[in-house]
């Protein structure tokens, strides 16, 4: 697995990505996971930990999915609770 790092704008400093992302702050850890179907639909997966249950939030937009992601991390690393949305 990839450790992703996001420069200030959450941008990739890194030219060549590979799935599944990691995204780390503090303790906390974020995965972004990538899946194609067979008929060519791209959905992403977020996964992380919260009060020990495993939470899962599925998204369809990249872009999204990567501002999702930072939220969530940035959420978690600072202690807060943070529902989908």
């Not at 990567?66 to 690393?77: E, G, M, N, P, Q």
């Amino acid at each position: 697995m990839q450790n992703i790092c996001l420069n200030n704008n959450g941008n990739h400093s890194n030219t060549e990505e590979e799935w599944p992302l990691e995204l780390t702050k503090g303790g906390a850890v974020v995965r972004v996971f990538r899946r194609q179907s067979k008929r060519g639909y791209v959905s992403y997966t977020i996964a992380y930990y919260q009060h020990g249950e495993r939470k899962r939030e599925v998204l369809s937009d990249e872009a999204e999915v990567r501002k999702r992601a930072r939220i969530v991390r940035d959420s978690l690393a600072d202690g807060e609770v943070d529902g989908p949305g």
